[in-house]
């Protein structure tokens, strides 16, 4: 599973008790219990609480909340109308499963997980009865166009912050990694930029940007593991700078 933002802070202590601080747990539960939000932001903020709780000092930090949350996946697994938001939940509740708490939990709501903490897997303790299988009858609609976010600039937009020249290549040959047909070649020259100078792979406004763009498009996931790779995902750079 790629990196999360919330997952990575959730690994240490300091970024715990920021998380706990800016009340972001608090508002992402709010996000999954809102009607008014769209299920695309729902299933964000299912995996953003899910890799929080995903590591011990996560979990530990926040475990009051974690209780009503862990009941609401599971709610939301069985029950929901959306089935990539049941699906979503499912995934992070096998995310969670890796903590012996959380297992605890799982197990009072019948459901279970194997003995290997690894496995990350949870599932209902009787099937037949579960409604996590039973679907609502739907009328296909086709699918959704995901919402760009208006923040994002293309590369041949006009850059409203004045971003040095060489940021804007290399920002524009990440927005190339999108095209198969040019990708490898692409991939090479970010590389050898890199190998000049790799200080601007670990600039915090043009990796927030990319993953801007990694939430907003629909990109391979070889392109996505190649920008992983090659930026430097330290959080802790945008709260220094």
């Known amino acids: 599973i790629p990196p999360h933002f919330f997952g990575e802070l959730a690994k240490t202590e300091e970024g715990c008790r920021w998380i706990k601080k800016s009340g972001a747990l608090t508002k992402l539960l709010k996000t999954i219990k809102t009607p008014r939000y769209s299920n695309t932001q729902k299933r964000a903020a299912v995996w953003a609480v899910g890799h929080i709780g995903a590591s011990l000092t996560g979990f530990n930090l926040l475990e009051e909340q974690f209780v009503s949350a862990v009941k609401l996946f599971v709610d939301c697994a069985e029950n929901s109308q959306c089935l990539s938001l ?11 499963s890796a903590q012996p708490k959380a297992r605890e939990i799982l197990s009072a709501l019948n459901w279970e997980s194997p003995n290997d903490l690894s496995s ?28 760009v976010s208006q923040s994002i600039h293309s590369p041949s937009d006009p850059d409203p912050a004045g971003t040095d020249p060489k940021l804007l290549e290399i920002k524009t040959l990440a927005f190339n990694l999108m095209n ?7 991939l090479k020259s970010l590389m050898r930029l890199k190998s000049k100078q790799g200080n601007y792979f ?15 498009y629909r990109i391979p996931l070889k392109s996505r593991r190649c920008i992983y790779q090659l930026f430097d995902t330290n959080f802790s750079n945008f709260f220094e700078q």
């Open 86 to 96: 049941r699906g979503t939940c499912f995934y992070v509740l096998g995310l969670i």
């Open 120 to 147: 990350k897997i949870s599932v209902p303790k009787d099937l037949s009865s579960s409604p996590i299988f039973k679907f609502p009858s739907y009328v296909y609609e086709g699918s959704s166009t995901p919402q």
């Open 180 to 186: 198969g047909a040019v990708a490898e070649e692409t």
């Open 202 to 216: 670990s600039d915090p406004g043009l990796v927030f940007q990319l993953y801007q763009m990694l939430e907003a």
